[in-house]
């Protein structure tokens, strides 16, 4: 079973984290977003699917959020990017990891790339929102606002059912962390994925995440009537299961590059409890090899379990 623990940071700080025993590569490390905390349903989503299939998971509740110690008026972007460093480190260590961010977790996921660039396979952004405290707080608020916040060094910013302390300090530190305009040039797989009604972050968000990654293979996917949390269902059709990809990934770089319509497998899995016996590459080779060994086919031959 598994249960939150908590990770010594320092003297007076201590934040709790959730992960299982698996130290099967790609490990998998969820950051969650802006006064949230590792009891909704996607961290927990994300770490039954990496015990089904065996790999590492890690996920940290920052500082001031959730069970862990502090304030969250104390914490900011530097602060809570820290944390998930010295938690990587000291869990994952120097294995290969992707990198799940939502909300402002994305903000965070870009933040790791100075410190594990070389050890990050994937990044998944779920309605990404860096550099949100500048763009869709602080320039939005008026004159008055801004003066309390100044003066009294907070201010309890309401939007729709949410309710934000928003501590000038906090805003100061995210001005420190622009990533908007910063080029990172890993060749990894990079998708973002986005409600089409999301009532706090718009769209545009996260194609200005993948275009900070020139050498990636990008992906954006817009869930149509989804929020920011994606927690509504409505977008969620039985088209889920087929995706779009490009000829050269689903064929070869060789062959020309237009959309194939091919299964999701692991969308059936986790849904459906479906699971093919065999990869296509798999079952290609085993073929070849049975018509090597023989001169002709009787009877097709059954494969089996075979490991991935």
């Not at 320092?10 to 590792?38: A, E, Q, T, W």
């Not at 060094?153 to 729709?160: A, D, L, P, T, V």
């Not at 994606?230 to 000829?247: A, M, Q, T």
Request: aromatic share 12%.
């Amino acid at each position: 079973m598994n249960k939150f623990r908590f990770l010594k940071i320092s003297s007076s700080k201590k934040i709790r984290y959730l992960s299982n025993k698996y130290k099967r590569m790609p490990y998998v490390v969820f950051l969650h977003g802006f006064m949230s905390d590792l009891e909704g349903d996607k961290p927990k989503k994300i770490l039954n699917y990496c015990n089904k299939k065996n790999i590492g998971f890690l996920s940290i509740e920052y500082s001031g959020h959730g069970k862990s110690s502090g304030k969250f008026t104390n914490g900011n972007i530097s602060k809570w990017s820290n944390e998930v460093k010295i938690s990587i480190r000291k869990f994952v260590k120097s294995r290969k990891f992707i990198l799940v961010g939502s909300s402002m977790g994305s903000w965070i996921s870009i933040n790791q790339f100075k410190f594990f660039e070389k050890q990050i396979l994937g990044f998944l952004g779920i309605g990404s929102a860096p550099e949100f405290l500048e763009n869709l707080m602080w320039k939005k608020f008026s004159k008055k606002i801004k003066k309390e916040i100044k003066t009294k060094g907070i201010y309890n910013f309401k939007n729709g059912n949410y309710e934000y302390p928003i501590t000038y300090q906090l805003i100061k530190d995210g001005r420190k962390n622009k990533v908007l305009k910063k080029k990172v040039l890993s060749k990894i797989c990079v998708t973002m994925i986005h409600g089409s009604k999301d009532e706090l972050v718009p769209v545009n968000y996260s194609r200005k995440v993948l275009k900070m990654f020139k050498s990636a293979k990008k992906k954006l996917v817009i869930i149509k009537n989804g929020d920011h949390s994606l927690s509504n269902k409505l977008g969620l059709k039985k088209d889920e299961f087929v995706r779009y990809v490009p000829h050269s990934v689903a064929i070869g770089s060789s062959y020309e590059d237009i959309p194939r319509r091919v299964p999701n497998t692991e969308l059936a899995e986790l849904e459906l409890g479906w699971k093919p016996r065999v990869t296509l590459q798999q079952g290609v080779k085993l073929m070849y090899d049975y018509i090597n060994k023989h001169d002709h086919l009787d009877s097709v031959p059954s494969f089996g379990e075979v490991d991935e």
